[in-house]
């Protein structure tokens, strides 16, 4: 079942704005990444906080994290065309009876930055 | 390098026929595992492997089997094609002692 639940489904903005997408999940993580899909490819890492971190920067990017309401967020500023892709989020967790952790996915944030 | 390659890209079978998708991996990683991604559900586990010859089973791994005799390459078997495994595989692979997963570019599978 999945782990994380990213908010909105979908999401429409100009170029030069600011796009936020939320992450909620239900239990105890390791770490917490996000990942980008531009369409009919595979994923691409793009940012991993762990889960004793509260905000985490690279370039653009901007990710914040909640565990005492089990909830990130992604924030892509100034954000171009070329950022139009799907944006999950991802859960980092080890499961009851086993030494190694798994990662569980959200169903995505389809991203759209108009011209 | 090249990274995860999986093949075929795409694909597209019969009810009741079996297939192989194959993906190798060419960065030592110890730990392969194999998703399937369908519209609104994200992507979900089918199996995973931690190393050579040991293997597990993910959230959705009826009707699939896999196998792991050396690092480098971990197939994908369907045993008898239904239109439910219609999807998109995606392959992945990290270190044991990492965090990030390293995706293939997807292979695109119609049941029908």
């Known amino acids: 079942s999945q782990q994380g639940e990213e908010d909105p489904q979908a999401l429409s903005i100009q170029e030069g704005e600011n796009a936020t997408m939320n992450c909620s999940y239900k239990?105890?993580?390791?770490?917490l990444q996000w990942y980008r899909q531009n369409s009919g490819r595979g994923l691409v890492h793009l940012i991993l906080?762990?889960?004793?971190?509260r905000e985490k920067h690279s370039g653009r990017l901007r990710v914040t994290l909640d565990t005492s309401k089990k909830s990130s967020s992604l924030l892509i500023t100034a954000s171009r065309a070329a950022d139009t892709a799907s944006y999950f989020c991802?859960?980092?967790?080890?499961?009851?009876?086993?030494?190694?952790?798994?990662?569980?996915f959200g169903r995505g944030t389809q991203l759209t930055v108009w011209p | 390098n090249a990274g995860v390659t999986q093949t075929p890209k795409f694909q597209v079978l019969k009810t009741g026929q079996s297939m192989t998708l194959q993906c190798a991996q060419d960065?030592?990683?110890?730990?392969m595992s194999w998703y399937r991604q369908d519209p609104g559900m994200g992507l979900r586990l089918i199996h995973y492997?931690?190393?050579?010859?040991?293997?597990d089973q993910g959230e959705v791994p009826n009707g699939y089997n896999v196998s792991r005799s050396t690092t480098e390459d971990f197939p994908l078997r369907l045993l008898s094609a239904a239109p439910s495994q219609t999807s998109v595989y995606f392959c992945?692979?990290?270190?044991?002692?990492?965090?990030?997963?390293?995706f293939g570019e997807g292979s695109w599978l119609t049941v029908v």
């Open positions: 992945a692979s990290r270190l044991v002692s990492g965090n990030t997963i390293y």
């Open positions: 239990t105890s993580i390791n770490n």
């Open positions: 906080i762990r889960s004793n971190e």
């Open positions: 991802a859960t980092d967790r080890v499961d009851r009876g086993s030494t190694l952790g798994r990662l569980y």
């Open positions: 960065m030592n990683h110890e730990y």
């Open positions: 492997s931690v190393g050579a010859g040991i293997t």
